[in-house]
């Protein structure tokens, strides 16, 4: 599988998804309210998203995983199994 990845962390309301490339699913979807707490924490940095080139497989592994972690059941995983992966 072939994921794109789509930041604007650097606007006003910033967003995040994580697509499909072949097919445009949408696996991951961060809206402004979700994203502001974990950039003012410092767990998202604008700057990984600028300079990632021969990086996109460890940060998306990283998006993921923030996924899971912010919740007992991966809600925001579109491939819940019910499981923590």
């Known amino acids: 599988m072939t994921y794109q990845i789509d930041a604007w962390l650097e606007r006003k309301e910033p967003e995040l998804r994580v ?16 994203l502001k707490p974990m950039l003012e924490s410092g767990l998202l ?3 990984d998203f600028c300079c990632c080139q021969g990086r996109e ?6 998006l993921f ?12 995983c579109r491939f819940d199994t ?4």
């Open 19 to 34: 697509t499909l490339r072949n097919s445009g699913v949408v696996v991951l979807h961060w809206h402004s309210e979700e």
């Open 45 to 47: 940095n604008p700057q």
């Open 57 to 62: 497989q460890e940060l998306l592994r990283e």
């Open 65 to 76: 995983l923030l996924a899971c972690s912010e919740t007992e059941r991966c809600e925001n």
């Open 82 to 85: 019910g499981a923590r992966h």
